[in-house]
């Protein structure tokens, strides 16, 4: 494999499955384990068309990918990491089976069809904008704060998207899981399994797995709690089964 041509800033990091290498910016905001967890929380069938929403540098997108699915989509208003992500798949070979596109969540209707796909998944920003320190650097302040698109945005984006019993799969705070029911409740869609993220087992929870279904019954799965490390440095066996493409 050839490596691409880097623009200033820019580095080569591995995906951790397939082989695959994706491009990144030290000015940007880059993948990191959220986006591993979220990619395989994700309930994924070989039939399946899904979108990333905030797909950033592309990360969640080419791991759905990695599961098997039909094809992927990434959506961000980011210009600059959409044609980052696209030099990404082109460079992987995977242009057939996943493309990107740069808009507003908040005008999703601009650039899909209603109920064209079977899986949303999306690492929206956490933190309201009056929540903490917002990064003096607008694209990573973008990815971490509610600054240009909110919780309800998202969720209305993934509900425009979804045909019928159709999946959206995120990751979040655990300190916004009423906000997350209440938005994806008033978007049409239940909340059906719920997975709780430890950094170790004796830890309170940092983040939350939730995934929804479109236009069904309430009714919903609290799973085993996933813990991250097991020791200072050094994985479960989840997660370092994810590392090297378990599915």
Not at 146 to 167: K, P
Not at 217 to 222: D, H, S, Y
Request: overall charge positive.
């Amino acid at each position: 494999m050839v490596p691409p041509e880097l623009k200033p800033g820019e580095r080569v990091d591995s995906l951790g499955v397939c082989d695959w290498r994706i491009i990144q910016s030290e000015a940007a905001f880059r993948f990191s384990i959220d986006a591993v967890l979220l990619a395989f929380f994700a309930t994924v069938r070989p039939r399946d068309r899904a979108v990333d929403l905030g797909s950033g540098t592309g990360a969640i997108a080419m791991l759905l990918l990695s599961r098997g699915l039909q094809s992927a989509a990434g959506f961000d208003n980011n210009a600059e990491l959409v044609a980052m992500a696209t030099r990404s798949a082109n460079w992987n070979g995977l242009s057939e089976w996943l493309q990107f596109v740069c808009g507003d969540v908040k005008d999703i209707r601009r650039y899909y069809s209603a109920g064209d796909y079977t899986l949303v998944t999306a690492n929206p920003p956490y933190r309201l904008p009056a929540s903490g320190r917002i990064s003096p650097v607008e694209a990573v302040a973008r990815a971490r704060h509610e600054t240009t698109a909110g919780l309800q945005d998202f969720v209305n984006a993934a509900a425009f998207l979804l045909r019928n019993r159709g999946r959206f799969a995120m990751i979040h705070l655990p300190e916004r899981l009423a906000d997350i029911c209440n938005a994806l409740r008033n978007a049409g869609m239940e909340p059906k399994r719920l997975r709780f993220v430890h950094p170790f087992a004796d830890r309170p929870a940092k983040m939350v797995l939730v995934e929804a279904v479109k236009g069904v019954k309430a009714g919903m799965t609290v799973l085993p709690a996933l813990t991250i490390y097991q020791a200072p440095g050094q994985y479960n066996p989840e997660i370092l089964s994810y590392y090297s493409g378990g599915k």
